[in-house]
């Protein structure tokens, strides 16, 4: 069993910055691909940000592509998700997940993860 913790959201004014964490517990993550994703209301889950167990793979929606950063930290079992320039139209609850059957890689489709945390609120005023 993993359990995710993701911490770090609140309110921010446009063009503000915040830097969400996501804190594995229960057993290491080092050996798995993990991805952040966000959930609007009315919308679907959707891709924000991957990285593959390494880190030295990662990939990017194009809507955050150049203002958000996945990074992770295998020793302290966290991952981060630095945010930069934020929009109102980023304003989402996101949610961080792993995926312990994927060879260490990383997915865009959510339900190829198989551990999810209880997310975390972002909400970005104009």
């Known amino acids: 069993q993993v359990q995710l913790v993701e911490s770090g959201g609140g309110l921010v004014q446009a063009g503000g910055s915040l830097r969400l964490s996501c804190a594995a517990s229960?057993?290491?993550?080092?050996?798995?691909?993990m991805g952040w994703f966000r959930q609007a209301p009315g919308k679907e889950r959707e891709f924000v940000a991957g990285?593959?167990?390494?880190?030295?793979?990662?990939s990017h929606a194009d809507s955050v592509k150049g203002r958000f950063t996945i990074s992770r930290d295998n020793a302290k079992n966290t991952v981060y998700l630095q945010m930069n320039s934020l929009k109102p139209e980023d304003t989402a609850v996101y949610y961080c997940a792993t995926s312990t059957k994927g060879g260490g890689s990383y997915y865009y489709i959510a339900n190829l993860y198989d551990y999810w945390g209880q997310g975390t609120q972002v909400t970005v005023s104009s």
């Open positions: 229960g057993r290491t993550v080092s050996p798995y691909g």
């Open positions: 990285i593959s167990w390494s880190g030295s793979l990662t």
